[in-house]
């Protein structure tokens, strides 16, 4: 919260901030709305009610709260930061943006105005205009890990990870406890291909907040053995065919179904030897997180997963019809296109190093 704030007592808005840093959500709302009963005329409560709300995840209560505190206090940049949040969260970019730039005109020497305004442009993919942002706020806050941390995920966004990770180690340097630089670093050390470097980035940050969403998120998803789910997948459908040609008959009918049934078999300690070695490979914050989002993967089948399980049913299914139809050639050249299609980005980035050298 900025020091100078309309028509508030003080000591009032030292306990919600405090409340705020301290990510107490519901006492925060408390205070802030208790404030507005005695004034209900004050734009700063509504702000950090506001404030609150966002990290409730209430945007639309946050949206509520932020236009009374731009309509009460329309020239005060905080109350028009606040409203840019709470369209950001509710989906709306463009106007999030358009609010953010308000911010930034009424108040331009303010560093917290700025990232803000870079961060609209970042998620409205106005690279140029958001990485000339960054710029001006490093140079304006250079002591500010935030200034350094926008320029990162800018530059992160352009493809320049090396030059992300710098910026990203020096927002750590200036804040060094702070969760979301530790998961950027590990990012940028993820694109950059040093996914093992990037898997112990993820894990500080998990250990120092195992609340922050992000870390948790990176961290399971870069545990996950995508070739050891491709064999799987060719295992299996070797397993199927072998056991469809033991059932046709013949001298050998025996010894195919006898072989398809042990691979079959053997697919579910395979998988179970898979979660326990990434498990173990984690330290003891970072393992509770990877079982909680082990579990809540399944218990959110949101867009994003519905995709990834359907996409392995397709695939499963034409392995499975190509081999039943003795089309094996086929089925090899379908794997390996499948196979480029996934990790095509990392390939190109590997030649790439190769071809540097």
């Known amino acids: 919260m900025p020091s100078q704030i309309p028509m508030s007592g003080q000591e009032q808005l030292q306990t919600l901030d405090q409340l705020l840093s301290a990510q107490r959500w519901d006492e925060a709302i408390s205070v802030a709305n208790a404030a507005l009963v005695r004034n209900p005329q004050d734009a700063g ?16 209560d946050a949206l509520y709260a932020s236009d009374n505190a731009v309509r009460l206090a329309p020239s ?14 509710l989906g709306w970019p463009a106007e999030a943006l358009a609010e953010s ?35 001006d706020l490093v140079r304006i806050a250079p002591e500010w890990g935030e200034s350094h941390n926008l320029r990162g995920r800018v530059l992160l966004r352009k493809k320049r990870a090396e030059a992300a990770e710098i910026d990203f180690r020096d927002a750590l340097r200036l804040s060094p406890d702070e969760p979301a630089y530790m998961n950027n670093i590990g990012l940028a050390l993820h694109r950059r291909g040093k996914r093992k470097e990037a898997i112990e980035w993820f894990q500080m940050a998990a250990t120092r907040d195992p609340k ?3 870390a948790r998120t ?31 008959g013949g001298s050998n ?26 498990k173990r490979s984690l330290q003891p914050i970072p393992q509770a997180v990877y079982d909680a ?6 218990q959110r089948l ?25 089309q094996t050639k086929i089925a090899f050249i379908f794997v390996v296109i499948t196979f480029v299609w996934v990790r095509g980005w990392e390939i190109w980035r590997f030649a790439g190093r190769l071809f540097q050298r």
Request: aromatic share 10%; charged share 20%.
């Open 253 to 278: 009918s025996q010894l195919f179904v006898t072989v398809a049934i042990g691979l079959l078999a053997a697919i579910v300690p395979v998988v179970l030897l898979r979660y326990r070695l990434r």
């Open 76 to 89: 005060w940049e905080w109350s028009h930061r606040m409203r840019a949040r709470a369209l950001a969260a």
């Open 45 to 60: 409560p509504y702000a950090s009610l506001a404030a609150a709300h966002l990290g409730a995840g209430r945007p639309a």
């Open 218 to 248: 990176n961290l399971f998803a870069s545990r996950r053995f995508y070739l050891w789910g491709g064999a799987s997948l060719v295992v299996m459908s070797i397993a199927f065919h072998g056991l469809e040609v033991g059932l046709r």
């Open 302 to 326: 949101d867009k994003m997963r519905l995709v990834r399980l359907g996409g392995f049913v397709v695939l499963f299914g034409v392995s499975m019809f190509m081999l039943f139809t003795n």
């Open 101 to 135: 730039e308000e911010a930034d005109r009424l108040d331009r020497d303010r560093a917290g105005a700025l990232e803000e305004l870079g961060t609209q442009q970042l998620a409205q993919g106005r690279l140029a205009e958001a990485e000339a942002t960054a710029n």
């Open 212 to 214: 922050f969403a992000p």
């Open 293 to 298: 989002d082990r579990r809540s993967f399944w």
